[in-house]
């Protein structure tokens, strides 16, 4: 059809390259081991989000809780995703490699949440069962901005108590409320019921490894995630462009987004509605994540898709997400052509093939690399062409 050009961005990637000492010092520095006894039945939730060290610092949580004489356990903490069931959430847990056998320490799952009491405002809150049991919790979660809301407190620490410990119930009352409005005095009833002996909030850089691991102590959970949302903003992956005719995105799924693609790279208009932020005018969508199990939640915000990753979704877990998010135009089915070619070239050719404005990107997190056409060469800069090719079609590899 047209040539592609294989881009780099210029990212200052900082990154935390000694996972395990620097969880320990952070440990070491909140004083942890203080609130550690032998015997301590020690919980620790794992959220449903994908990313590359998660499972090392989980697993090396587990290992010096242990080597101090406590019994930690994993618990679930994802809301109503896989399912919203113990099969399907130990199921999302084993795709990232969090099992028993990896871990050396119990997985307890319970997707029914313990009633807790009302906000305020009259919305019910729930929790995990074994949180509530065990004689502490120690969290670890990602800092984030959303993708459905703006608030001081968008995800981190917070989230995890609301929607991750909350179960599917609490996750569906979280989200209905208003998550934005609510999420702080959710969490404050939540962390009243259980131990909470501290916790590692996350901040990704550009490429999604670790750029913060940050030890925080129960009283400083608000603060640590208000300060850090700032940071995340600053090393959100996007775009350089503001108007795109066609953005071809190879995978979407919920281990990139929770919406499945990110909506602060592809205009939060596609939720929310109201004048483009990012004018990307028809955005292709042509396949599912293996890690995302059938769930397309976030679909509805793609104008084109095939028919390859339509026959891939597992409906019934889609629509319980979009059921429990309240947004249902999340899952509406949009244009759906036989094969990717097809898929792509009815797009192109929407505005013509001479001067068509195209990216193409793996997905929405992965943005150091993606190939452009050539009408936006001239817009970039600080940006590194890897190489050229002579078909769109040829652009599957993003190094």
């Not at 679930?76 to 399907?88: F, I, R, T």
């Not at 969090?98 to 009633?115: D, F, M, N, R």
């Not at 459905?148 to 609490?170: C, D, H, N």
Request: charged share 25%; glycine share 10%.
């Amino acid at each position: 059809m047209f040539p592609m050009y294989l881009i780099k961005q210029s990212y200052d990637c900082q990154m935390i390259t000694n996972i395990e000492e620097h969880v320990r010092g952070e440990l070491e520095r909140i004083g942890a081991r203080e609130k550690v006894f032998p015997g301590m039945n020690l919980c620790l939730p794992y959220g449903s989000r994908g990313f590359p060290y998660g499972l090392r610092v989980i697993q090396t949580l587990a290992e010096i809780f242990k080597s101090w004489g406590a019994e930690p356990f994993i618990v679930p903490a994802m809301g109503s995703h896989g399912g919203g069931n113990d099969k399907g959430q130990a199921e999302v847990l084993e795709k990232m490699g969090i099992t028993e056998q990896v871990l050396k320490v119990p997985i307890k799952s319970c997707a029914q949440g313990v009633y807790l009491g009302r906000t305020s405002q009259g919305v019910p809150v729930y929790c995990d069962k074994y949180a509530l049991e065990a004689d502490g919790v120690f969290l670890f979660n990602r800092v984030k901005p959303h993708t459905a809301f703006r608030a001081p407190i968008e995800s981190g620490l917070t989230k995890m108590l609301t929607v991750g410990l909350g179960k599917p119930e609490g996750a569906q009352a979280a989200h209905r409320a208003g998550l934005g409005r609510h999420i702080v005095e959710m969490a404050e009833i939540v962390e009243r019921n259980i131990k909470l002996i501290g916790g590692i909030a996350a901040v990704d850089n550009f490429r999604g490894d670790a750029l913060i691991l940050k030890g925080v102590r129960p009283k400083e959970r608000q603060k640590a995630d208000m300060e850090l949302l700032q940071t995340a903003w600053c090393h959100l992956p996007r775009l350089p462009f503001e108007h795109l005719h066609v953005l071809v995105i190879d995978q979407m799924g919920k281990n990139i987004s929770g919406t499945g693609m990110d909506i602060n790279v592809i205009g939060l208009h596609r939720r929310f509605g109201g004048n483009p932020d990012k004018n990307y005018q028809t955005i292709v969508v042509l396949e599912l994540t293996s890690e995302t199990k059938g769930n397309a939640h976030g679909i509805g915000y793609a104008d084109i898709t095939t028919r390859q990753l339509v026959d891939r979704i597992d409906w019934q877990t889609m629509y319980k997400n979009a059921i429990t998010t309240g947004i249902l135009s999340s899952v509406k089915i949009p244009c759906t052509l036989p094969s990717e070619r097809e898929a792509i070239e009815t797009a192109c050719r929407i505005y013509g093939l001479n001067g068509c404005r195209v990216a193409r990107i793996k997905d929405t997190k992965h943005l150091e690399y993606f190939w452009v056409s050539e009408p936006l060469l001239n817009e970039l800069e600080d940006i590194e062409i890897i190489k050229k090719v002579d078909d769109i079609f040829k652009t599957v590899s993003y190094s």
